[in-house]
């Protein structure tokens, strides 16, 4: 669709130049606007304050926005009968009834509608059965077709697919052979699930109060699933440093993934708890060696190779819970161990590699109304980092050039509010300008978001260079700064200052169209593609730079070991 008045009325920028600014950029047809397809069995409701559902997580995301970047959301509901297109859904009714994910509407497939699916799946049910449960028509498992068609959409359209379930297999008739969720989560018997009941569950529920904790007289109260669950304590969960930033020679900030950050609190570090859930698997243990063949056209990887060269893109354990010991706390589903840390949101990034990105959580427990209706309504800061982390995954998920076209935007418009008006001028060097730009940046996205746009439009153009020095952000075991290397934060303000001198030309004709009430001129139909350009030559200036001021540097230093 092409740009709307809401964005550029968005976008910030002095009202005088709304015009000519929505002028220029009316050919773009933005692709910002994520379409996001959310998948239920019928088990899970989608109306907004019905406890066992998501529907305040649906209305959340379509009223949300980041940016740029807003998002359409329908919802499709697996059941029996014939798949079936509803044309004009109640708000939060599902617009496919009968869902299967290779249904078609008018001879197009229905899923290449949507840049994402989010899938919250229950069946075989809450019996604790065998897994040859999983596979009973009934539960309506996904076929090979289904599979084959989703398996292409995200290696094809780069589709982001997000699935979770609950503890035991719920969930696993839908999801349990998804391409990659079906190995980043324990979805089945035979994976180890933890179960309902017994000492193996994972039971995260805090004490509220003080009546709850072993101290109190008589003895603990006892925390049961309601109405623990949905009471005003969350969790607190723990983020997995994402991004070392090193700011000087011997200064780092560890930053969490996009996902867990949020732009004004930081790191997201509290999630709504619960009696039962399920577990993801933790970094470094999921087989990675796995292949496909939903349609017999021959074995797909599951994990496929980067297609530059590079590491092999893997999944990623980015937040891990924990559990409080039944003695001495007192639960209401019995004993259980004192676990210091279980996988719980795992997120695989495989834009590398050529395909989309995937994420999972251990419960859908962490998106329902009944866990947190009541956070919702006290607002404060755990609903403002509860919510933000439905909104991150939105953005996050989204296929290449999102992101790309979302940052490109930015840049062109801050030319016409305070940041361009005090701080850009041609004569300035790149990082000061990508400086100026990024304090902008950070009101909205935060520096999280800011590190993974940069990252972002340079993969999108094929532009190596933070690869090649060794430290984007290289998860906890990646490798160890480049300490000679300029810090990061200094690469991403040239980055983003290339940029701003890339939009000078187009900047200044529309300065001189809106002086002279005039049309500017200029169709911008690819604007990231014409402000691509500007980052080799801002950095390769900077490195002349910064190999100059190393070897002064070395002159002094040698001074100190003489």
Partial sequence: MPISDEIIRD???????????????T??????????????????????????????????????K??????????????????????????????????RFDMTDDGADVIDRYEQIWCFGFEPGNDGGPDSNIEQPSAFPATDSELAKLASWMKLRKGGLFA????????????????????????????GVPPIGTPDRIDTLRPP???FEPGNPGGPAPMANNPQQ?????????????????????????????????????????????????????????????????????????????????PRPEPTVIAYGSTLGDPPYNFAKGSQPARPRFPMISVYDGHAAGVGRVATDSTWHHWMDVNIGQIKEAGGTDWDKISCYFTNLAVWLSPPGYTTRCLSLHVLACHFHWVGFQEFSPKLKPAILGRALRENLLQTYGPCWVTQFVHDFLDYFDIRVLREIEFPPTGPDGPDP?????????????????????????????????????????QIEALEKLLAPGVAPALASFGKEWQEDMKRGEKVMSRFFA
């Fill in 11 to 25: 976008l910030g920028i002095n009202r005088y130049y709304e015009g000519v600014l929505k002028e220029a950029l």
């Fill in 27 to 64: 050919p773009i047809r933005l692709t910002t606007r994520v379409d996001i397809l959310v998948v239920v069995d019928t088990q899970i409701d989608t109306q907004p304050g019905i406890g066992f559902g998501i529907g305040t997580v649906i209305e959340l995301i379509r009223s949300a």
């Fill in 66 to 99: 980041v940016g740029c970047m807003r998002f359409n959301v329908d919802i499709a509901e697996r059941s029996g009968g014939s798949p079936n297109v509803v044309a004009s859904p109640a708000p939060f009714a599902p617009r496919y009834t009968g869902f």
């Fill in 164 to 191: 979770t379930g609950d503890h035991d297999y719920l969930g696993a008739s839908m999801c349990h052979r998804m391409p990659r969720i079906g190995t980043m989560r324990l979805w089945t018997n035979a994976d």
């Fill in 209 to 211: 109060s003080p009546a």
């Fill in 230 to 310: 949905g009471d005003l304590t969350p969790q607190p969960i723990e983020w997995v440093p994402w991004s070392r930033v090193r700011t000087s020679f011997f200064i780092e900030k560890v930053r969490p993934h996009p996902v867990l950050c949020h732009p004004r609190l930081g790191p997201i570090d509290v999630m709504p708890d619960h009696a039962h859930e399920g577990l993801c698997r933790d970094t470094g243990t999921v087989p990675l060696g796995g292949s496909y063949d939903f349609d017999g056209a021959g074995d797909q990887p599951e994990y496929p190779n980067a297609t530059g060269g590079g």
């Fill in 482 to 522: 480049c300490l000679s290397c300029p810090p990061l934060e200094t690469v991403e303000d040239v980055i983003l200052g290339g940029l701003v001198q890339q939009s000078f030309e187009m900047a200044q004709k529309m300065h001189r169209a809106a002086a002279a009430r005039k049309p500017a001129g200029i």
